[in-house]
């Protein structure tokens, strides 16, 4: 998509062009603050939702999802609570646990696929191809399935991430794909206009990946440690505040780095 224009967006642009070029102290970190600040937010409003263009083309906020929380929180609770049902019970009572129990024995990429769909069913337009994109890449990062595409490898390597790295380890891959591609959606058009150099392109795109997953681990990590993740009903309404609550101090977080001027 066309990179926005006018409004706190000129600013944004301006960063991109100090970054590219070498000149001053611009990071990738303050890109990112920067661009979500002028987004309006994580959220993303589909175009049927109302989105219009320039500066008010980026969204409404992590909280302007509707009365079911935003967006982004709802994915993060279902995708929650999808693998603690499957770490304790596997993958046919997961899916069982999200109404899609007739994938059943099928291939790792149509199950994968049908959970996205699932999961992102309650929006449309931009905002579902987003959210979509980064559950399922989210799962297939987890997954690592190899040559072995099969129901019963993606049972096994996704239980043996969840034990390893707990369902933390899945918001965390999830949140930091649904942010990078939140942000790269928005800039990479005019990335792509001021240098032609694949190399910087690369780079550029490379740190601000890298700076999304900072932020995000740091922030979950701060929720798992003060206990918020433990014994939790993510299918519930307390799973559902908890994840609107990640979502939206995630958004701050990602907010000061330009509030800063870092």
Same mark, same amino acid.
């Given at each position: 998509?066309?990179?926005?224009?006018?409004?706190?967006?000129? &600013?944004?642009?301006?960063?991109?062009?100090?970054?590219?070029?070498?000149?001053?102290?611009?990071t990738a970190q303050r890109i990112i603050g920067s661009t979500i600040d002028a987004a309006g937010g994580l959220s993303l409003r589909s175009p049927s939702a109302g989105a219009g263009r320039g500066?008010?083309?980026?969204?409404?906020?992590?909280?302007?999802?509707?009365? &079911?929380?935003?967006?982004? =929180?709802? =994915?993060?609770?279902?995708? =929650?609570?999808?693998?603690?049902?499957l770490g304790k019970d596997g993958l046919t009572q997961a899916l069982t646990s999200l109404g899609i129990e007739d994938l059943r024995g099928k291939p790792a990429g149509e199950v994968i696929s049908r959970i996205a769909d699932h999961l992102s069913k309650d929006v449309t337009g931009l905002e579902q191809d987003v959210l979509r994109r980064a559950i399922q $890449?989210?799962?297939y990062n987890a997954a690592e399935?190899?040559?072995?595409?099969?129901?019963e490898n993606l049972d096994e390597s996704l239980q043996t991430f969840l034990s390893r790295e707990g %369902?933390?380890?899945? %918001?965390?891959?999830?949140?930091?794909q649904y942010v990078f591609d939140r942000i790269w959606l928005l800039i990479e058009d005019y990335v792509n206009k001021r240098t032609?150099?694949?190399?910087?392109?690369?780079?550029?795109?490379?740190?601000?990946? $890298?700076?999304?997953?900072s932020n995000v681990h740091d922030e979950v990590e701060l929720y798992k440690?003060?206990?918020?993740?433990?014994?939790?009903?993510?299918? &519930?309404?307390?799973?559902?505040?908890? =994840?609107?609550a990640v979502v939206t101090e995630l958004e701050q977080r990602l907010r000061q780095a330009a509030q800063r001027g870092a």
């Open positions: 998509m066309t990179t926005p224009r006018g409004g706190k967006w000129t &600013g944004v642009k301006g960063e991109i062009s100090s970054y590219l070029s070498g000149a001053g102290s611009v500066g008010d083309s980026g969204g409404g906020g992590a909280s302007g999802g509707g009365s &079911g929380g935003s967006s982004v =929180a709802r =994915a993060v609770s279902g995708l =929650a609570g999808f693998g603690v049902t $890449q989210a799962i399935l190899a040559d072995d595409p099969t129901y %369902i933390e380890g899945l %918001i965390e891959l999830f949140l930091t032609d150099t694949q190399a910087d392109i690369s780079n550029m795109e490379t740190a601000v990946e $890298q700076a999304c997953r440690r003060e206990g918020h993740f433990d014994n939790l009903d993510w299918f &519930g309404r307390d799973g559902l505040r908890v =994840a609107e």
